[in-house]
């Protein structure tokens, strides 16, 4: 890093020369040169919660990206250092968790599974973000879900666990019995009123119940592993992202917590305060954080206060830009069933005639699409996109104002917001869907380059405003945004 003794108006001053993107990285609020260091256009992720009352039941949702939660009764998006990095370039021009998928914003899939729960009156999101970021977001939830939604601003990084604690006044407040914790970077079929009904049924002892899923014996190693008693369902061993096999059965990040859980987290909070005080090590703003898993759940486990109900629903994770597309299967499919009215039966669009629908399909309303075109199975349009004539798109994503031209081909990819495909260009990626061969297989989050420094085969992926000329093809590769193309590529990343 050469640029270390530069200030940070230096360093601005230097790159925004260079890079038409340049997102300042902040940590407790104030710009780091690690910015530079991390990539430029690193947006670094603060925390999130948010809360929901229902009731006598609050739920909380726990996200590892974004400050957006609602007020069941608490849901939290930590976002940390490193937070959003491999979900770009989707989270260079917004957030993470808006990111739409299925024609919603990521987070909005939760505030909706929350909604379903009986008597629910309130969310409540804790986060990092200026009010102003999120204000537009909440006002629009609170339209549609009819519920009261609060957003509260956290000062620093605190954990899971020590984010709820802060605002544990808020979320205790009305007396509510339990509160639901989701992590917002998973998507599922959230089985939140039969895991309310479970934990009711486990006793007033009960502190906590985790959803549970199986996964394979190798990427069990990759989630956080439960070892259960199969009459109580009470959780016996909890270790996170073991070094060696421990258990097939693996945390879901999806929780409802007794509200007394916060005497147990006070006493975690107190130990560690008092031993900062004692041995003046680190900082006071470190010992406040605390994690849900490391120093609650593991502690817990073996004490018959925390419970683990098996789901065998769909769920997985959404660490990267490419298991967007996965998601968006999913979801589209349990449209046909929860929702209809967000899929496109008929094709009605445009000019009046049907263009032709494969499968499940979502296609916002102020989309343009030719009648000679061919969408589906699973795909999503945003708004104001223009779709040529005979253009066919299949398991992909495509984003508000885009614009594919006649004749040209998208298989599994994104194509980025006001993005430009000319005519007669392929563009098309590699999916890493779970081996269907395999029983309880979990979509695998590889990374970037393999061990030979190769790029690893995946979607396509379309920055914003990305322009990609007429006939060329365009496999596996990742262009980031504003860049103008002139020739075909080929497993590579176009800076």
Request: with cysteine; aromatic share 8%.
């Amino acid at each position: 890093m050469t640029d270390m003794h530069l200030s940070t108006d230096q360093i601005l001053k230097k790159y925004m020369k260079t890079f038409a993107v340049f997102v300042v990285y902040v940590c407790g609020g104030v710009a780091s040169t690690r910015a530079i260091d991390s990539c430029i256009g690193n947006p670094v992720t603060k925390g999130v919660s948010v809360r929901i009352v229902v009731n006598d039941t609050y739920a909380v949702f726990l996200g590892s990206w974004l400050p957006w939660i609602r007020r069941l009764s608490a849901v939290r998006c930590p976002r940390g250092v490193g937070c959003g990095t491999r979900f770009r370039p989707l989270s260079l021009d917004i957030p993470k968790p808006l990111f739409p998928v299925a024609g919603l914003p990521m987070i909005q899939h939760h505030i909706e599974a929350c909604a379903d729960v009986p008597n629910l009156k309130e969310i409540l999101i804790l986060g990092y973000y200026p009010t102003s970021e999120l204000s537009h977001f909440v006002a629009e939830m609170m339209q549609e879900y009819k519920v009261n939604v609060r957003y509260l601003q956290e000062f620093t990084a605190l954990g899971t666990a020590g984010g709820i604690y802060h605002f544990r006044d808020q979320i205790r407040s009305g007396n509510p019995q339990a509160f639901f914790v989701l992590n917002g970077d998973v998507c599922a079929d959230f089985p939140l009123v039969e895991m309310l009904e479970f934990h009711q049924q486990t006793g007033n002892g009960s502190l906590m119940t985790i959803m549970a899923t199986e996964a394979t014996r190798q990427q069990s190693l990759h989630y956080g592993c439960i070892v259960q008693d199969k009459d109580t369902r009470a959780v016996q061993h909890y270790v996170e992202k073991p070094s060696t096999f421990v258990s097939t059965l693996i945390n879901c990040g999806v929780y409802i917590c007794s509200v007394e859980l916060f005497q147990y987290i006070s006493a975690v909070f107190n130990a560690r305060q008092q031993n900062y005080y004692n041995d003046g090590v680190g900082s006071a703003m470190e010992a406040a954080v605390i994690h849900l898993e490391k120093d609650i759940l593991m502690p817990l486990a073996g004490t018959g206060k925390v419970f683990a109900m098996q789901t065998n629903t769909w769920w997985s994770q959404l660490k990267t830009a490419g298991s967007t597309i996965y998601a968006n299967r999913h979801f589209l499919e349990l449209f046909r069933t929860r929702h209809r009215e967000r899929l496109v039966l008929n094709g009605d669009r445009g000019e009046g005639e049907m263009c032709r629908i494969i499968g499940d399909v979502h296609i916002h309303p102020s989309a343009t699409v030719h009648c000679s075109a061919t969408l589906g199975p699973n795909v999503s349009m945003g708004p104001g996109c223009v779709i040529g004539a005979g253009v066919r798109i299949r398991e992909s994503i495509v984003l508000a104002g885009a614009n594919i031209s006649d004749h040209s081909l998208v298989l599994h990819s994104i194509v980025g917001r006001d993005s430009r495909v000319g005519q007669w260009t392929r563009v098309e990626g590699t999916p890493c869907d779970p081996n269907p061969n395999k029983p309880f297989a979990k979509m695998d989050n590889p990374p970037l380059f393999n061990s030979d420094g190769r790029l690893n085969p995946s979607i396509t992926i379309l920055g914003c405003s990305v322009t990609v000329p007429s006939e060329v093809i365009l496999l596996n590769s990742i262009v980031l945004p504003y860049k103008e193309l002139t020739r075909s590529f080929k497993n590579e990343i176009i800076l």
